[in-house]
């Protein structure tokens, strides 16, 4: 959710920012802009709309400066347009800054600065930052960016320029991402790693409440009281190419198939060793808590351990929540979900042992915990969360597994084998694209799509169905397939599609009489099976899609990959914009 760029060093800004901002149009935006320092003063080109449109303001303005901060704003104070835009200005044009976040209290900044005559050009929180800093500047951006932030009421991460000092970049962050990288003789800062992968991956992150200087020799990190401290650096294994969509049309449809590789591979764990506890809480949202929905179905199954998957921004209403030994496990690609941290932190002060399950080493979120486990997806550009997806489902069935065996669980003695066995399943999995493309083409267009299914079924009906809304903006419901006739099946009508998964043995005849019940009321019922179940899904489906022949247990991994696959062409099918979808961001850093 907006992306912050800056850049000094010998090199062209201009282009250095522009890629940047392009790399991170992933995470969701709405309007663009950069401010560049050259020879003495600060330039400013900013627009709403896309980094296309920025571009073209910029080949105008022939910009050479070798200094310089950009930003992609997913709008929350003020409509998207070219004054909301960022980089805001102290209306004297000394002094620059973009912001990631939300800054609460700027009601109550802006009215403090208009009184002591500061004139507001657009109707952002950001801009009452860029005046305060003006306000407070006395010749030390440093300090005054210090001295700023106690001001500040709320989550930022800023970047700020300024046309009297042009050997220096500073930055503060405080709840949102920020990570700094340097290489010789140029140092970058951006609000997620794959920005800085062009030039660098050895990567630094500030902590809350630390400000950074970049300069040309390198970086100096601060704690609040203006204490230097000494930086240390994590290296990003993932390469330039895993972070572009090579010979794929879209992000999305790499990372699908991507599946069978992501889950070749454990997950990595730092910290300590997670013993068990007497009970788990799961933390997430969106398809991280439908990730902690599965995985409280593996904890409960493989150790006996009592699981609570919660949405992480209802947690606090949860006051019981959590009892003696508990461990809380927050789900976030990013690591920076707002929502997350913010449900980690409660979950902690009531004495939660904290475990971070991340896509990204060096988050907020792997920071605070006791322990973290570090899924292999590598970077996820699209919206959409796919392979993030699954691979948060295997590194909870390990360690459910890992919980188990210390309890002294018996296991299925063939349970290795079939783990080794999950890419093949995903492969085979993936070879339905020709035929789900077939089947949803025609249907692109219906207005009301359902999802079914019973146990670890009804988790995956609720993740197919997140993915159609977020990418094909057509109403889907997913229910629990016993809840229907409770009151869903009254949006039943003739055409509509229902979409059940019916991986679960013990599940499998109530779910399809549940589907059959739809089916005399004019759907026309999708069945996703195993083979096993083949015969009997077609006595009450229209449409079978057989899966792979696997273990129950580990079906819920694989069986949501042709659901991707069927949201994806639907999408393309009504030509949209599959990557960006509106209205959302790829990582939600604002509660």
């Not at 606090?316 to 690609?333: D, L």
């Not at 197919?464 to 009508?493: D, M, N």
């Amino acid at each position: 959710m907006c992306g912050i760029m800056g850049y000094i060093g010998s090199g062209n800004a201009q282009d250095i920012l522009l890629k940047g901002l392009e790399t991170l149009s992933y995470r969701g935006y709405d309007s663009a802009g950069i401010a560049i320092q050259q020879e003495g003063a600060l330039h400013v080109v900013k627009t709403r709309g896309q980094i296309d449109d920025l571009r073209k303001k910029c080949a105008a303005s022939q910009l050479s400066g070798t200094l310089g901060i950009g930003h992609t704003r997913w709008a929350t104070h003020g409509e998207a347009n070219d004054l909301n835009a960022h980089p805001h200005t102290d209306g004297r044009g000394r002094i620059a800054i973009v912001h990631n976040g939300i800054i609460e209290n700027h009601l109550q900044l802006r009215n403090m600065l208009t009184e002591r005559g500061y004139t507001f050009v657009s109707d952002t929180d950001t801009e009452c930052a860029a005046h305060l800093l003006h306000f407070l500047y006395d010749g030390d951006l440093l300090r005054s960016l210090l001295l700023t932030a106690r001001y500040l009421t709320g989550s930022y991460a800023i970047a700020a320029v300024c046309a009297d000092d042009p050997s220096a970049l500073y930055c503060i962050r405080s709840g949102s991402p920020l990570v700094l990288g340097t290489c010789s003789g140029e140092a970058f800062l951006s609000s997620d790693i794959p920005a800085l992968l062009p030039y660098t991956r050895d990567v630094t992150v500030p902590e809350d409440g630390e400000t950074a200087v970049l300069r040309r020799t390198g970086i100096q990190i601060y704690n609040a009281k203006g204490r230097p401290r000494k930086s240390t650096s994590f290296h990003v294994s993932w390469d330039v190419q895993s972070a572009e969509k090579g010979d794929y049309p879209h992000y999305m449809l790499k990372e699908i198939h991507q599946q069978p590789q992501v889950l070749a591979s454990p997950p990595v764990t730092s910290h300590k060793t997670l013993n068990s506890p007497q009970q788990a809480l799961l933390l997430g949202c969106g398809t991280a808590y439908h990730a902690c929905l599965l995985g409280a179905y593996y904890i409960e199954r493989l150790s006996g351990i009592p699981a609570h998957p919660e949405i992480a921004s209802e947690y606090a209403s949860r006051i019981a929540f959590p009892y003696k030994n508990c461990a809380c496990i927050a789900v976030s690609q990013s690591g920076e979900t707002a929502d997350t941290l913010s449900a980690a932190h409660t979950a902690v002060n009531r004495g939660a042992n904290l475990i971070a399950l991340t896509n990204t080493l060096g988050s907020s979120l792997s920071r605070m915990a006791s322990a973290a486990l570090v899924t292999p997806a590598g970077p996820e550009l699209a919206v959409a969360s796919t392979k993030a997806y699954t691979s948060q489902a295997l590194a909870l069935l390990h360690l459910a597994r890992s919980w188990g065996a210390q309890l002294g669980k018996e296991e299925d003695p063939l349970f290795e084998e079939h783990l080794q066995h999950l890419p093949a399943w995903a492969n085979e999995a993936l070879k339905t694209e020709k035929l789900l493309k077939a089947y949803i083409d025609p249907r692109a267009d219906k207005p009301l799509f359902f999802f079914i299914g019973r146990g670890a079924d009804a988790v995956t009906a609720k993740e197919a169905a997140l993915k159609f809304k977020e990418i094909t903006y057509i109403p889907s419901e997913a229910y629990p397939a016993g809840e229907l006739k409770h009151g869903a099946i009254a949006l039943i009508h003739p055409g509509m599609p229902v979409i059940a998964v019916c991986t679960q043995p013990q599940w499998v005849h109530k779910t399809l009489i549940n589907l059959s019940e739809c089916r005399a009321r004019g759907a026309e019922c999708v069945c996703f099976c195993l083979p096993h179940m083949e015969k009997e899904a077609r006595e009450a489906a229209d449409f079978v899609f057989t899966l792979p022949d696997m273990p129950p247990l580990l079906a819920p991994i694989i069986s949501i990959i042709p659901l991707q696959l069927l949201a994806y062409y639907a999408a393309c099918k009504r030509g949209l914009n599959v990557d960006k979808p509106r209205n959302l961001a790829k990582s939600v850093t604002v509660e």
